[in-house]
């Protein structure tokens, strides 16, 4: 199979993400539990790091397991798919949560710009999983999956620089 090597990539990138955001949460942070604000930045930024890094080994599992190659594409599309509207359900409901208790940090246009991303990997991926996309499926995947790598930086660019009121002080 001529798996991307865009797939591996990722899967680096993804882990990197992961890294640095357990790095800028320990630097930033002080002494005891998270904040709700930290904890849900958190789980975003791993959620889709470690969601782009996973996703990028499917396709290779299920070579290795004897798919055909139109298999391969359509099933890893189908785990995409999946993973993408749980996220999205997931982090949409987290993210309107956090505007409650925080809204200097909430930003309709970064959420919506964000989400409308999400809901394009989904179709592109539904488009592979019904062929209509054939020639293309290992580039729509590889599209999906540096979508999360991209909400992934925005996520971690956050939770550097829009910091609730209060958080030199809270933060350390």
Do not use: C
């Amino acid at each position: 199979m001529d798996t991307p090597e865009s797939l591996q990539t990722i899967a680096e990138i993804g882990v990197a993400f992961a890294g640095f955001s357990g790095l800028i949460v320990a630097l930033r942070k002080s002494a005891g539990p998270l904040t709700e604000v930290q904890k849900y930045r958190l789980q975003v930024l791993l959620s889709l790091a470690f969601g782009a890094m996973f996703l990028s080994f499917v396709p290779e599992l299920l070579y290795d397991f004897g798919a055909s190659p139109a298999e391969i594409w359509v099933l890893s599309s189908i785990v995409l798919s999946i993973y993408s509207v749980l996220f999205l359900a997931w982090w949409l409901t987290a993210s309107l949560r956090i505007k409650t208790t925080v809204p200097e940090i909430f930003n309709w246009f970064a959420l919506s710009r964000m989400a409308i991303g999400h809901v394009v990997v989904v179709f592109l991926q539904l488009a592979v999983v019904f062929s209509l996309l054939e020639q293309s499926s290992a580039g729509a995947y590889s599209a999906a999956l540096i979508w999360y790598l991209i909400h992934a930086a925005q996520q971690f660019t956050r939770m550097l620089f829009v910091q609730p009121k209060g958080a030199l002080h809270q933060d350390g």
